[in-house]
């Protein structure tokens, strides 16, 4: 495609502040990550807002830039301090993208979405896991295993941030975060789709690889200091936990999410 037919230097709205983009009453997001904003443009173009990239990016952005022209939407080329502030981080990659938010996924929805019973499925439940860099990896690492979505409590507040689908390199716009409402709800609702609930616990638990995961499968992972609540734990069919040699207690929730994925895929796919 050809480039943009104006010096993209004259050719955006003034920026918005960091704290607005990041407010999550506000309909805009921002996000920032070469890879986090092609898959967000690719999914939804329709949603861009805002522009912001340096110099050396204008190329790996042209088809992004042509359509800013095409739809007269501002972009700017801008020094890579102001791409600093705008991102709040320093790991921007030279671009910086301003949309609006998608729409909030319905509990329902997300389950009609998936593979009805007895096929097999598999979804992730988070309680109380908060860090953005552990929720964007463990989002990269449930698109590269196929789980259908990631399912948290209304109340903890959780959302895909702009640090969080950086991490993801793309998987945010991939697999669906959903917040229920009410949790005792959502686990009846689970369960009566044919879900089998496993806690993953640091010990004592069924020994992963051991274990004949279900086909139809949530796993519930617990915050990174504090762990699961008690309530979670009883609330599950199964408990799992990965064996290790013992040195450390447990690994971290992103790196966890790998190895139990990566062991449901090995068993589904054997």
Request: net charge neutral; charged share 20%; aromatic share 4%.
């Amino acid at each position: 495609m050809p480039p943009p037919a104006r010096d993209p230097r004259r050719a955006a709205a003034a920026p918005a502040s960091p704290e607005a983009a990041r407010d999550p009453a506000s309909r805009e997001q921002r996000l920032y990550g070469l890879n986090a904003c092609l898959a967000a443009f690719a999914r939804r173009p329709e949603a861009l807002r805002k522009v912001y990239l340096s110099e050396a990016r204008i190329g790996a952005l042209r088809t992004v830039l042509a359509w800013c022209v095409q739809r007269r939407i501002g972009y700017r080329v801008v020094e890579t301090g102001d791409l600093d502030r705008l991102a709040a981080s320093r790991h921007h990659e030279g671009v910086c993208f301003d949309l609006l938010r998608p729409e909030p996924l319905a509990l329902a929805a997300l389950l009609d979405a998936q593979p009805p019973a007895p096929q097999a499925s598999l979804l992730l439940w988070l309680d109380g896991v908060g860090n953005p860099h552990n929720l964007g990896a463990l989002l990269r690492s449930a698109a590269h295993f196929g789980a259908g979505g990631v399912i948290v409590p209304a109340q903890a507040g959780l959302d895909v941030s702009g640090a969080a689908a950086r991490v993801a390199e793309g998987a945010a716009e991939v697999v669906p975060l959903v917040q229920a409402d009410d949790a005792q709800h959502a686990l009846r609702e689970l369960h009566a789709r044919g879900y089998v609930l496993a806690a993953t616990v640091p010990r004592d638990g069924s020994p992963l690889y051991a274990t004949t995961l279900p086909r139809r499968l949530v796993l519930v992972l617990g915050a990174e200091g504090e762990g699961m609540s008690e309530a979670m734990i009883g609330s599950a069919d199964l408990r799992l936990t990965i064996p290790g040699s013992g040195a450390i207690e447990s690994l971290n929730v992103a790196a966890s999410v790998a190895v139990l994925l990566g062991e449901y895929w090995r068993q589904a796919h054997a």
